[in-house]
Structures are given as C-alpha cells and as structure tokens.
C-alpha cells in the first residue's frame, strides 16, 4: 500500500521565492496534517484538514504561509516570500476519520533549504 | 497550553533496557502515543495508551498514569538498529503535540 507521499523531498533557494510543497494523503484517510521540524523547536503542527476543509491553522507562522487542500488526494503548503528561517523539515502526516487510538502516518518529508 | 518534557539524550549497551520518561501537561488529552524517528527519516508509530497500565508489543511496552500524567516506552533487548530519536506525543481531539524528543544511542 502506498504511505503519504511528498514531493519534493529536497529544495534549495533562495530568499524571496516562492516554495510550494506537496502532499498525497493514504487514500481514505479524513484527516492531514502540515508539520515543521527544526533542531531548536522540534515537531510543531503548522495546520490540519478534516475532508479538505481547514480546521486549525493556528500553527501558521505567519501570512507568508498557506495551505490547500483542494481534494482528498492532494494538498499544498506554499510559502511566499520564503526566508531564511523557514529552512527546516516540512512532513505531511494522514490518518484515518474514525478513533482516538488511529495513529497519523507521516510522509518522508521536504527538507527545504532558504538561501 | 500543552507542555510535554521528555530527557534528550539517553545512552546504552546492545541487549540492555531502557527506559524513556515523558511528563505532559495538556489542556486535552485523547491519549499518548510514541513514535520512533531515525535520523534523516520520518516518524513511525510505535505504541499508543489511553488507559492506565502497560502495554507491550514485542520488545516495546509503554506505561501511562493519567493521575501523574506520565508515560514511559520500555524498550526491551536493544539492537543497534534501535538507535534513533523517540518522540512522545500526546492527543488531543484529533491532534498531536509532540515533546522534543530522546536520542537514544545503543553502543556495542
């Protein structure tokens, strides 16, 4: 069965792009999640989905950041303008609608680098 | 506000015991899960407690006290395979918190 899948698993660019990050969530999976990984703050939930639609995007660093969803198989997190301090692991995470115990299932990650 | 505190760093010998602590304090709690991160890879699910007591699954068991609002994986016979980062997490609705991590080295 495939996992989550992201794409693409490595950038590298400079400051002032514009970086777009993509994930396909585990087929029947309800839920997705956008998460950022740096050695000085850990895991941190940026935002999730429930059937496309955004439920908490209090994560969100700031206005520079978005995500969509625009169907059950496919969400994006873009970054506009990107910054320096936006280097850092970014993983897409699904797990299914039904039960507390349904552990999420992460995807390898983006491992974004902002020049 | 959630706050969840695990050691970062803990060391032991191939076929040896250890034991990784996490304490939370969570505005919400839908369980405890521990998922396991080599370096360089995602994260994997490990183990998840909602009630009190121990669950094993192999050579892995985790522990929760509500009461105390602690948890602990036990990670039996250590292979160097086992070296990684174990990441704590606690739910809450359908969210995860995650606690910084416990680098766990297995030497020879």
């Known amino acids: 069965d495939a996992g989550v899948i992201q794409s693409p698993r490595h950038e590298v660019t400079e400051m002032g792009q514009e970086v777009t990050l993509r994930c396909k969530p585990i087929?029947?999976?309800?839920?997705l999640f956008w998460y950022r990984q740096t050695m000085m703050r850990g895991l941190e939930l940026l935002i999730y989905f429930n059937n496309n639609v955004p439920i908490d995007d209090s994560g969100m660093p700031e206005d520079r950041f978005s995500a969509k969803m625009p169907n059950a198989s496919f969400s994006t997190l873009k970054i506009q303008p990107s910054e320096p301090r936006d280097s850092a692991v970014y993983f897409c995470a699904s797990r299914p609608g039904l039960g507390s115990n349904q552990p999420q299932h992460f995807g390898d990650g983006t491992r974004l680098s902002i020049l | 506000g959630q706050n969840i505190d695990q050691p970062t760093e803990m060391t032991a010998t191939e076929g040896a015991i250890v034991q990784i602590n996490c304490t939370y304090q969570t505005s919400g709690f839908n369980g405890l899960f521990w998922y396991q991160q080599h370096a360089g890879e995602a994260p994997t699910f490990l183990s998840y407690n909602v009630l009190d007591g121990l669950e094993e699954k192999g050579r892995f068991s985790s522990f929760l006290s509500r009461s105390k609002g602690y948890s602990y994986l036990l990670l039996k016979e250590l292979q160097m395979k086992d070296s990684a980062s174990y990441l704590c997490?606690?739910?809450?609705?359908?969210?995860?918190?995650f606690g910084a991590g416990t680098t766990v080295t297995v030497r020879a």
């Open positions: 087929s029947g999976h309800d839920y």
């Open positions: 997490a606690v739910g809450d609705d359908y969210k995860l918190s």
